[in-house]
Every structure is written in structure tokens, then in C-alpha cells.
T-cell receptor, first 113, second 119 residues
């Protein structure tokens, strides 16, 4: 079974703090993604990576950065957390080739006070 | 840019009955993929069913089936014989069929529909 894990299920941080969310997948997938999930808005893509050290902006990259130093690991970084970044963050992984699905992690619910 | 719209924020169904979730999308591409994902409460998102746009035949997975109307850009999900375990958020998603590495295989999601199943 494909497994995508995220470092925390729940996280509470203060405004201005630097926040790291980590995602690990065990299926040797080329692509990894960070989404943000908000009620009524569905999932919105923040960043994705199609290879080690490669990254592309998604639809809402402002206020976020990412790092992919190893194929299995994709980190989302909030340089200076703000209250409007309170949300559920979902990581996913998948392969480029073919008619394939993305596999999702359990999510991290981040609250910024 | 593609957009995906789910017009029903919440749907309620009696156990053993059928419910249909609607999804419309906007794209200028002719080849693409469509997905329905399920997110149970406090559990991971999983794929329910998928459809390739160039296939006219509607996809079916056990009690789940889709009605894909390409010209109308509509992709509804029917859940038959609803069970308590079907209660979840359901998301419709679109992906381009273009295999461009830098584009990844990113998905565009709708806003979701919460399905409640009454015993």
C-alpha cells in the first residue's frame, strides 16, 4: 500500500513563527504536492515538486515556500505564520506517467494564534 | 485555467437509497481526466472513481458510478445503496492529460459536497 505520512496531525503556532510541515512518501513517486483545504473552497494547490530540488508554484504560493532535498520528502515552510494561514494542509504524491491518482496524507490542521 | 464547481454543499440520503452529486467543470482542453475523491471524517482522502475524457463509457466501481457528459462538461457521481460508511466529503477533481513534467499531474478540485447518511 502507498503510504503518505505527515509530521503532525495538529499544530498550534503563534503569529510570526516559522512553521515546518513535513511529508514523506514511500512509493518512489516523482511528484509531490502541498494543498490547503478550506471549507467551501475545496483543495487549493500551494506548491508541487516533480523532482528532487525542483519546485513549481501552484495557485496560492504567497506566504509559503517548499523544500525537496530527497525524493521521498517534501517540506512546506511558512516563513512567518499569519492567522489567515490557519487551515488544513494536505500532502499528496503521485507519478507523472499514465492515468494515475494522487495519494494523500492524513493532513495537518494548523492553527495560528 | 480550469475550474471545477460543485453546486451542492451538502446532501442527505437515507441508508440503502441513492444519491447523486453534481460536478461541472470548465476547460478548453479536449483530453483530460476526472476524479471523485472521498474524505471520511478525520481520515485520509481516497480515490472513489475516475474517468478518461476520451472514453464515452461511464466508469463504474461497485456502488459508485458516474454520468459523464463531455459536451455539457458535467461529471456527476451516483452512490447506490448508500451505506453509513459513505458519509464523507466528496470532491470532484480535474487533471489535464498533458504529460509535461513541470506541470506535474496537479489536480484542480471543486469545493466539495458533504454527504450525510441517515440510518
Amino acid at each position: 500500500d502507498v503510504k503518505v505520512t505527515q509530521s503532525s496531525r495538529y499544530l498550534v503556532k503563534r503569529t510570526g513563527e516559522k512553521v515546518f510541515l513535513e511529508c514523506v512518501q514511500d512509493m518512489d513517486h516523482e511528484n509531490m504536492f502541498w494543498y490547503r483545504q478550506d471549507p467551501g473552497l475545496g483543495l487549493r494547490l500551494i506548491y508541487f515538486s516533480y523532482d528532487v530540488k525542483m519546485k513549481e508554484k501552484g495557485d496560492i504560493p504567497e506566504g509559503y515556500s517548499v523544500s525537496r532535498e530527497k525524493k521521498e520528502r517534501f517540506s512546506l515552510i511558512l516563513e512567518s505564520a499569519s492567522t489567515n494561514q490557519t487551515s488544513m494542509y494536505l500532502c499528496a504524491s503521485g507519478v507523472l506517467v499514465g492515468f494515475n491518482e494522487q495519494f494523500f496524507g492524513p493532513g495537518t490542521r494548523l492553527t495560528v494564534l | 485555467a480550469q475550474t471545477v464547481t460543485q453546486s451542492q454543499p451538502e446532501m442527505s440520503v437515507q441508508e440503502a437509497e441513492t444519491v447523486t452529486l453534481s460536478c461541472t467543470y470548465d476547460t478548453s482542453e479536449s483530453d483530460y481526466y476526472l476524479f471523485w475523491y472521498k474524505q471520511p471524517p478525520s481520515r485520509q482522502m481516497i480515490l472513489v472513481i475516475r474517468q478518461e475524457a476520451y472514453k464515452q463509457q461511464n466508469a463504474t466501481e461497485n456502488r459508485f458510478s458516474v454520468n459523464f457528459q463531455k459536451a455539457a462538461k458535467s461529471f456527476s457521481l451516483k452512490i447506490s445503496d448508500s451505506q453509513l460508511g459513505d458519509a464523507a466529503m466528496y470532491f470532484c477533481a480535474y487533471r489535464s492529460a498533458l504529460m509535461i513534467k513541470a506541470a506535474g499531474n496537479k489536480l484542480t478540485f471543486g469545493g466539495g459536497t458533504r454527504v450525510l447518511v441517515k440510518p
